[in-house]
């Protein structure tokens, strides 16, 4: 008997920095995927048939038609990211976080280069808020199911 338990039985491999950086592919790409899909039933659902000039003149339409629904688009995308980011390499802090939150950050990164233009002092504070508020609330979802 080898070792490992029976003959011709491998080795466990030992997972180093390429299993860990696809580890985090992997989150990232969960993540990309959930953002996607709720972004786009958000466009479709709410924006398309709810959101309309009238109702985007207060803070309130647009706090409850536009912010809110693209926090909770962020806190899913943010959650399935986490849930997606597997052992032994969620156990480390930073690669978890790192895991976590890249795809609410690129985001909005992305989002502010793509609206540039467009952009006024309201729209880049709520915005920011709409990312605080999604990322931390995703990620303490995650970490209360591991809890």
């Known amino acids: 008997m080898t070792r490992y338990g029976y003959p011709g039985a491998s080795a466990p491999r030992d997972e180093g920095r390429g299993a860990a950086v696809f580890a985090l592919a992997r989150a990232w790409a969960a993540g990309i995927v959930v953002l996607l899909v709720t972004e786009y039933l958000q466009t479709t659902l709410v924006n398309d048939h709810l959101a309309t000039s009238d109702n985007l003149e207060t803070f ?18 943010t959650w399935a990211a986490g849930r997606s980011h597997r052992e032994p390499f ?12 890249t795809v609410g950050l690129a985001a909005q990164a992305l989002n502010m280069v ?16 709409v990312l605080v508020v999604g990322v931390v609330s995703g990620y303490a979802a995650e970490r209360l199911q591991d809890d």
């Open 60 to 77: 309130n339409g647009r706090l409850m038609l536009i912010h809110l629904p693209n926090a909770v688009c962020i806190a899913l995308a």
């Open 90 to 101: 969620r156990d480390s802090k930073a690669q978890h976080v790192l895991a976590v939150f």
């Open 114 to 129: 793509m609206q540039w233009q467009d952009l006024e002092a309201e729209g880049i504070l709520m915005s920011n808020a």
